[in-house]
């Protein structure tokens, strides 16, 4: 069963990286060959798996992984504080399908975009490729430190490729982008590694307290037992195997006794049972990279800077690690803050939303605009994720796939006026239809999609989202009904901003500013663009008008995650809180 | 009750399977048209036409089979979410008596709008684009009515707001185009966010957007002394159900915003003036017959969740709107401005109509409208080709807008088909006796009266307001297109060139196939069509289709209540039938009088250079300053909000964050000079030292026997002293 696909969709690029690393510079069009060639078997595979993958079998996030792969990676004795284990633990499940899929199709979007880099051509493939293993490697790991280690490593290319192949501002740029978002890891290593000190891996502890013969698999009777134990406090602390696997997390009944961050160990900072904070530590890690207004500023200049094909891979696929990290990680280990502070993290969802359209709207660079149009359509999935309704949390999921896909083709779309003018300043331009009018079409269909016109899939996404958010007041009793209704609004101001451009710089007399004319050459789309806007346009279309296709993989795992996280939720929130007052 | 059996699949019949036939047909031609319409001879018009054609033959086909005779209803799961609380999304048609009549009239109004364009659209070169948007106009109009449930109804909506965006702006290279399209889809998505919540708020207590479901679960439920009490279950779970009639209200009047939005309604009303941008056959389809009639048919099929309270307020904005456009109209020189003001005026009416219970007048109503409202576009249409020719062509004269009425005068004698055809639909329009104006007109008027009765049972007569406004709106209307005809038909022909220059040719006044479908309009804006007796509305074979009692079956209204009486007012009133009839002539006719009276013996030059006069002329004129108003009020705001708060991102966050790191920066410094100088210092103060003592040692040992001594004879006698003093 077992034939090794997600080490081959996290290595594959690895492995191009090494070619491309043993050629000679001059070679600079097999060396984007093999680039394409890499990314484009991750994407066979990506689609493979997408298959393969059965969407009605059960899984709720702690369970029901599938393609399971489990080695130990890192295994030593600690003497009396009990074992060490990392291991190389990946699987994928409803949520991860999701996002391997849109990365499998996005990298080579990217390839094929990036094709016009002149500049240190190998070093710039070298980086996209590590980059494209480190990203589908933070999708596929189970335990947290793999994450965080993939997590980690996405941050050096992503540093490079903005801050070498970027434009004028670059180096500000980058910096902002790695300070940003190495703030936020901090914060997720600290969390990291107190949940270390708290969890235990329940069979390995089973194997080591002679409960589990040697050889013979994993019974739930064993586990259950182990997890007894320890609640009970009788395990020895050096027969204790210690675990960053992140389903073993998820388990209350895994966490030691008295270690900080078990439900019941009542530690109070400022006022806030250390599980709180936790939980806000990792959120604000992940919100940083969603980016969730007030931490959003690293993005409209890392985008305004970065190349199009490295905009393309930021905002379709760096940004969902971050919507991808709360869900895998930071809802399901801490339920009880994730209903505890939903209002805060709904609140933050429609700040975002309306923040950045806002933003957008008062743009004149049509990059920035569509940057901040990212703040903003990503702020639909903290409130899904936040109603914690079966409707909420498959539309946040459907939301990061959907706006991987449409974010794309926006800022490819931008690409092609930047590539002809080198200029993209709204007010710049007018008339462009006239000029381009295959280009125009690309950029109407981009626009509206992004819009959430029906038919697309940015429509399913936020409808679902919205009947989430709206519904929660009767269904979890979790958010106010206020912040949906605001929510709402967000898609006024969105067709404001989108319909604005498209009247300042697409329609109308044609006129340029007269500086640039001379260089601006403004032919139509070539055989290259049409290559990767045709693609995701036909896409966002399939999954607007076909959304079964997506729903049918995740639903499962969406709604069993749902469902566990608000149960586990409310239960912990109640011993929390109740130890707190003792 | 089992929400999910309600919910079960249905099975398709050949019925349903050609209505999505006829749904497909016109998005298939808008692929071919875009993509290969270049290519195509004749860029493919006669694609799409045909393929219009076929659906109008399909869709009376349909009509003939389910008329009067039994509903279809298929439905299959479009997706699912696998929850306990979640049914199915499902996706279905439904075919009753009020989707075929809407089908009929909009794949007719369609073909006959085509055929029209065929000669208006000659030689422009978007023609293929043009076609192209038309089938894509269709197919959204058409999902509208076919869907069964109003998540899909709200896709479509949304589709015609895109088609129709593309349609306003079609000649996009005028920035006026532009920014009427803009305009239109942003006010329409107002009301959509409407719609939306709406449609949040069924979904969240009924959990399903079926419209049938929907029905039958409101007839299951039922009013309290207070609240609205249903119950059912899902996957075996029960719900219960305790609404408020302010909950239930407020979910109505989501819905009604989203007509409010397309069918523009006050205050939303402010797009549809602009929207005559748009080529003028667009507006004939999109902006008079069937698109802003979409928000009509939406309150027509969610008539059963409205409350008393809902209704209430649907019938005070419908008349709001039907005085305001009225009172727009009378002073507008734009032959395009006058029909959009009419138009809202008219679809006032309808609103009112829904809202006081007449929902078999109001629908009607919206049937005969459409007919003479394209005939009087496309009349439009031809008047304005024909001037705009004529301007053209006489040469010098390009300065004249031919969309002036000022400039025209005496057209009957140079363009009398189109006269004719025109006085036909306007005297529809009016609603003189004979014609299909005067019956649905009537019908309406007369709804509201027993509407006024039942609510002012408990002795508040404001309710006559409505009804009252009604009649003043049918003066208003006389008296607008009197002077309409007036400027356009009578007098002399005021612009700077020959009249005769606005026919073709001497022969010919228009190509035949643009005068082709006016004609057919404006033949079926006689009221023969519509009622054997054309004096009465009670025989019209529309009105008995659409009644309540063909929507009823499926259960109860939640204001079932109101409307048995208003009905059962309406059914003995028998003299007042009379009275609104004979009273509605005599308006009409003293409308049209006043007007011919005013201007029949003004002098050209007069008539050339009228302006609006006095406080209510200019109110008039500026429709009411609404443009200004909402600018002021809503649009300004915003973006200044916007601009601050990206100056609160450069200013606060980012300025936060780089004076944070510049502190850093400081604090490391600092830190380096700590280093360099502390630890550094100490360091090198500890080595200097031992350098030192080094130093003084070295010195020590100097190698002569009589310092030796003396160091020893030092230390002997410190030893000593050491001794004594301690």
Redesign the interface.
């Known amino acids: 069963m077992n034939d090794f696909i997600l080490s081959g969709l996290i290595f594959t690029p690895l492995l191009a990286a090494l070619v491309v690393l043993l050629m000679p510079i001059r070679l600079q069009k097999p060396m984007k060959a093999v680039a394409l060639l890499g990314t484009l078997v991750q994407m066979g595979l990506a689609i493979l798996l997408y298959f393969r993958f059965d969407g009605a079998a059960l899984s709720n996030g702690q369970q029901g992984y599938q393609f399971v792969e489990k080695l130990n990676w890192i295994n030593f004795s600690l003497g009396t504080l009990g074992r060490f284990q990392i291991e190389y633990f990946v699987g994928v499940d409803g949520v991860s399908i999701s996002m391997v899929l849109l990365t499998g199709i996005i990298g080579v979007i990217g390839v094929i975009s990036s094709w016009t880099i002149k500049k240190n051509v190998k070093g710039y493939f070298l980086l996209y490729l590590l980059l494209m293993t480190s990203v589908m490697g933070c999708f596929l790991a189970l335990d947290f430190f793999l994450f965080y280690l993939f997590f980690e490593f996405m941050l050096l290319p992503m540093y490079f490729l903005i801050g070498i192949w970027g434009g004028p501002k670059r180096e500000y740029a980058a910096i ?1 982008f790695f ?1 940003y978002t190495l703030v936020g890891s901090l914060f997720i290593l600290i969390v990291m590694i107190g949940l270390y000190t708290s969890v235990i891996d329940p069979a390995a502890t089973a194997a080591q307290l002679g409960l589990l013969e040697k050889g013979t698999a994993i019974n739930a009777n064993a586990i259950a037992q182990v997890q007894q134990l320890l609640q009970q406090n009788t395990i020895n602390s050096a027969e204790m195997v210690r675990t960053f696997s992140i389903p073993a997390m998820m388990e209350p009944a895994n966490f030691i006794p008295g270690s900080l961050l078990h439900v019941l160990s009542g530690t109070v900072l400022w006022d806030l049972p250390l599980r709180f904070i936790a939980f806000l530590l990792l959120f604000a890690g992940f919100a940083i990279k969603v980016p969730s207004v ?1 931490v959003h ?1 690293w993005l ?1 200049d890392a985008h305004v800077e970065a190349p199009t094909p490295i905009s393309v891979l930021l905002a379709a696929i760096l940004l969902k690690v971050g919507g991808y990290g709360l869900i895998r990680i930071v809802y399901p280990i801490f339920p009880d803050a994730g209903a505890y502070f939903s209002v805060l993290v709904g609140g933050l969802g429609v700040l975002s939303i309306i ?1 950045g359209a ?6 004149n660079d049509l990059k920035k605009l569509i940057a901040y149009s990212s703040v903003s359509h990503m702020g639909f999935v903290l409130l899904g994720l936040a109603s914690l309704t ?2 909420g949390v ?1 539309g946040a999921i459907y939301m990061m796939f959907s706006h991987g896909i449409i974010s794309a083709m926006l800022f490819l779309v931008v690409g092609v006026i930047y590539d002809r003018a080198h200029d993209r300043m709204i007010l710049n331009f007018r ?1 462009l ?2 000029r381009m009018p295959a280009y125009t079409t690309f950029v109407v269909i981009a626009f ?1 999609a992004s819009l959430g ?3 697309f899939s940015g ?1 399913i996404s936020e ?2 989202v ?2 989430g958010g ?2 929660a007041p ?2 979890t009793g979790l958010l106010p009904r206020w912040l ?2 605001v929510a ?2 967000g ?3 969105a ?2 901003y989108y ?2 451009a ?2 300042r710089m ?5 006129w340029i500013f007269p500086e640039l004319r001379e260089k601006a050459i403004l032919t139509d789309l070539n055989a290259r663009e049409y290559l990767m806007l045709v693609p995701l346009a036909i896409l966002a279309l399939l999954f607007g008008i ?3 296709l997506l ?2 993989k995740i ?2 795992t ?2 069993g995650f ?2 566990l996280v608000l149960q586990n939720g409310q239960e912990q929130l109640h011993m929390v809180l109740s130890s707190m007052r003792r | 009750m089992e929400l999910t059996q309600l919910l079960k699949p249905l099975a398709g019949t050949p019925e349903t399977t050609t209505a999505l036939v006829v749904l497909l047909l016109p998005l298939l031609a808008f692929l071919v048209l875009y993509f290969f319409g270049k290519r195509l001879p004749r860029q493919g018009d006669w694609l799409a036409i045909g393929v219009t054609g076929v659906a109008l033959a399909l869709s009376v086909y349909l009509f003939s089979q389910i008329w009067n005779t039994t509903t279809f209803h298929s439905r299959s799961i479009w997706f699912s979410l696998p929850s306990s609380i979640v049914a199915d999304f499902t996706a279905g048609v439904l075919l009753d008596n009020l989707t075929v009549l809407m089908l009929v009239i909009v794949t007719f109004i369609s073909l006959l709008v085509q055929l029209f364009s065929v000669g208006y659209m000659h030689g422009d070169e978007g023609y293929n684009r043009y076609f192209a948007y038309l089938g894509l106009f269709t197919f959204s109009m058409l999902g509208i009515v076919l869907v069964d449930n109003l998540l899909l109804l709200f896709v479509f909506w949304e589709l015609v707001g895109f088609s129709s965006y593309l349609l306003i702006g079609f000649w996009c290279d005028r920035p006026t185009a532009v920014a009427a399209s803009k305009k239109a889809f942003l006010v329409n998505r107002v009301g959509d966010i409407g719609l939306l919540l709406g449609l949040f708020a069924f979904y969240t207590y009924f959990r399903t957007f079926d419209l049938e479901v929907l029905r039958t679960l409101i007839g299951a439920g039922e009013w309290t002394a207070n609240n609205f009490i249903l119950d059912y279950t899902l996957n075996g779970q029960p719900w219960l159900l305790e609404l408020t009639p302010l909950l239930l209200t407020l979910a109505g009047l989501g819905l009604f915003m989203g007509c409010v939005g397309k069918s523009a309604q006050f205050p939303l009303q402010i797009w549809l003036p602009d929207a005559m941008q748009g080529p003028t056959p667009v507006s004939a389809l999109i902006h008079a017959a069937t698109m802003v009639a979409a928000g009509v048919y939406l309150l027509a099929r969610c008539y059963a969740f409205f409350t008393i309270d809902a209704l209430t307020v649907i019938a005070i904005v419908g008349a709001i709107t039907a005085l305001i456009g009225a009172l727009a109209a009378l002073t507008q020189h734009d032959i395009k401005a006058v029909l959009a003001f009419s138009t809202i005026s008219q679809l006032g009416y309808m609103v009112m109509g829904m809202g006081t219970g007449a929902h078999d007048a109001s629908l009607f109503h919206l049937t005969t409208h459409a007919f003479f409202k394209a005939a009087l576009f496309l009349n439009a249409g031809i008047i304005i080709h024909a001037m705009h020719h004529a301007a053209h062509h006489t040469h010098g004269h390009d300065y004249v807008n031919p969309q002036d009425i000022r400039n025209m005068g005496g057209l009957r004698k140079v363009m009398p088909l189109t006269f004719y055809t025109y006085l036909l639909a306007a005297a529809a329009l009016v609603g003189l006796p004979l014609f299909s104006g005067f019956l649905s007109k009537d019908a309406i008027l007369s709804g509201s009266w027993a509407w006024a009765q039942t609510m002012s049972a408990n002795g508040n007569s404001l309710y006559f307001a409505v009804p009252l406004t009604g009649f003043t709106v049918v003066l208003l209307t006389a008296f607008y297109m009197g002077r309409h005809m007036w400027f356009m038909f009578f007098g002399s022909f005021r612009a700077p060139f020959e009249a005769q220059a606005v026919r073709v040719s001497a022969k010919k006044e228009i190509e035949s196939v643009m005068a082709v479908p006016v004609v057919l309009l404006a033949i079926l804006s006689l009221g023969i069509f519509f009622s054997l007796n054309p004096l009465s509305f009670n025989s019209s074979w529309v009105m008995r289709g659409v009644g309540l009692e063909a929507l009823a079956t499926q259960g109860a209204l939640l204001s079932d209540k109101l409307l048995q009486a208003v009905a059962a007012r309406d059914e003995v009133n028998h003299t007042a039938h009379l009275m609104i009839g004979v009273l509605s002539a005599l308006l009409g006719v003293a409308g049209v009088g006043l007007a011919v009276g005013k201007y029949k013996n003004k002098p050209a030059e007069a008539l050339l250079h009228e302006e609006p006069r006095g406080a209510f002329g200019r109110i008039s004129f500026n429709h009411f300053y609404l443009d200004t108003f909402f600018n002021t009020i809503f649009v300004k705001p915003a973006l200044w909000t916007a601009t601050t708060l990206y100056r609160v991102d450069k200013r606060v966050i980012d300025f936060t964050l780089n004076y944070g790191s510049k502190w850093l920066v400081v604090l490391s410094k600092i830190i380096g000079w700590f280093d360099r100088l502390v630890v550094d210092g100490t360091v090198w103060l500890i080595g200097a030292l031992a350098k030192v003592i080094g130093r003084f040692g070295r010195n020590l040992q100097n190698g002569k026997v009589q310092s030796y001594y003396a160091y020893s004879l030092f230390g002997f006698i410190l030893i000593i002293l050491y001794i004594v003093l301690f």
């Open positions: 902002k300070i007030p500023t409209p923040y806002l933003c957008a709207l008062a743009m079966a409707e498959n008339g239809a006239k509206f016109l029906p038919g429509f409808l679902l919205l009947v709206f519904s009767e269904v949906t209704i709402v609004f898609l006024l101001l067709a404001a319909l604005w498209l009247q697409f329609f109308g007399k044609y076909f959304p079964h729903l049918d639903g499962v969406a709604t749902t469902e």
